[in-house]
């Protein structure tokens, strides 16, 4: 089994020559030195006498004692507020009036419009079926187009060969 093999060869950490070698004898110089000068110096972090064996009783007194919790939300503002918004809300909802623009209000214009995208279901068979026929009269009469605009609509949706036969 070969798990060595993901391994690079040529690493970019290496260690000295003949480090090992005189590893002893650097150890050996290192200890002599600091017998004649003098262990390294203190850090200058020292633990108190007896803090060790004081340290549970403080801690255990500490735990004891019952801690104020303080919420990050007031309750009081967080119901005063959904209340406002509440009432804001309902306010609106009865001032706003919902009513239905009656046919007659409407303009041609618009009536046109909707009608002429694909909005609607109806076939013009349909929306001759539920108009009656003075309303039919109405609309025929109101209708003034001009022979360039009926050519453009003949133009745009009959096929010229149809036209031919």
Known sequence: ME????????????VPEDYFID????????????DIVGAKKA?????P????????KKVV???????????L??????????SIAAIIVFVLMLRSPNTITPFEDLE????????????YLLSAYELGELLTDD???????NIQLEDTEVLEYLDITTDPYDLMN
């Not at 798990?3 to 290496?14: A, F, L, V």
């Not at 041609?108 to 909005?119: H, K, P, Q, R, V």
């Open 61 to 71: 007194s500490q735990v004891k004692e019952p801690t104020k919790v303080v919420s």
């Open 135 to 141: 309303e039919l009269d109405n609309l025929s009469d």
């Open 3 to 14: 798990t060595n093999k993901n391994i690079p060869k040529n690493t970019e950490y290496q």
């Open 108 to 119: 041609s214009d618009t009536i046109a419009t909707y009608l002429e995208t694909d909005n």
């Open 73 to 82: 939300f007031n309750t009081k503002w967080l119901y005063a507020a959904a």
């Open 23 to 34: 590893f002893q004898e650097r150890l050996q110089v290192q200890i002599e030195f600091e």
């Open 43 to 47: 850090s200058g972090f020292t633990v």
């Open 49 to 56: 006498k007896d803090y060790f064996s004081n340290l549970t």
